[in-house]
């Protein structure tokens, strides 16, 4: 993995900072293969249960670095999508800690994020319009259905940049930082990883998944999600502590 994207872990959580703070952390190769790189090791390593994807310098992410874009290189990794993460998000939870700009790829970054941490001076935005192109990273896709269809309309017909604490109030943002939001970042992922982690990823899938399913057919459609994990070690061990009063011991099987 280059420079460009940094990794650490602590107690189940893997933090993932995109580091191109010169460049407004904007996307080129190398933060897209880095970003599914991480992404990879979060989904396939069982020690690891939620991750936190931020920005180096301030700044979240800029979207695409167009002097790349124009040199021909890629921004997107083959069964990943744009930044290695906004065609196939990973199977465990992750959490996006915003600073400063998130714009253009870097809104569409954050939505492909399960939750969204804030600082209270964050800017949002697909300003793609501008620049004579399209938020073909799910932006157009997602907005409308996380915010009032006019709303959705505007911003992505104007371009313009929308705040954090109006993404806040209609739900869009999960918690607002008067500081950095690394920090509630983490406490987020902390209350996360504490979970089973057959149960998360489950869960998680079944959120995802289920949009469109029919009524009189989800009970049938849930089921291959949620049969492992009722008859795997976790859930017996979940049960156990409950009754035990102690904390339980995930083993992840």
């Known amino acids: 993995m280059s420079d460009a994207i940094l990794t650490s872990e602590n107690d189940g959580v893997l933090e993932i900072t995109i580091n191109r703070p010169d460049q407004r952390n904007s996307v080129n190769s190398a933060v897209a293969q880095g970003i599914a790189a991480a992404i990879d090791r979060l989904d396939s390593e069982v ?10 310098g301030g700044t979240f992410c800029a979207g695409m670095d167009l002097k790349a874009f124009l040199r ?11 930044a290695g993460i906004c065609g196939r998000p990973p199977n465990k939870p992750i959490i996006a800690a915003v600073d400063g ?3 253009a790829g870097g809104t569409e970054i954050s939505l492909a994020c399960d939750m969204i941490v804030a600082n209270r001076d964050a800017k949002f935005g697909i300003p793609e319009v501008k620049r004579g192109l399209v938020a073909a ?24 940049p929308i705040g954090s604490e109006r993404l806040a109030e209609l739900g869009v943002v999960n918690r607002i930082t008067d500081g950095p939001a690394i920090e509630a970042a983490r406490e987020l992922a902390a209350a996360i990883a504490a ?11 079944l959120m ?14 849930q089921s291959p999600y949620v049969k492992e994990v009722f008859s ?3 859930a017996r061990e979940g049960a156990s502590a ?3 009063k102690r904390k339980p011991v995930w083993k992840g099987k």
């Open 232 to 234: 795997s070690e976790d």
């Open 195 to 205: 979970n089973g982690p057959l149960a998360l990823m489950a869960t998680k899938a």
């Open 208 to 221: 995802r998944d289920s949009w469109n399913w029919e009524y009189d057919e989800l009970e049938k459609c």
């Open 137 to 160: 990273a799910r932006g157009v896709i997602y907005l409308p259905r996380l915010l009032p269809r006019q709303l959705a309309m505007e911003l992505a017909l104007t371009g313009d």
């Open 242 to 244: 409950f009754a035990e």
């Open 72 to 82: 021909g290189e890629p921004a997107h990794v083959e069964g990943r999508g744009f």
């Open 101 to 103: 700009y998130a714009l």
């Open 47 to 56: 020690g690891l249960r939620c991750a936190i994807l931020t920005g180096a």
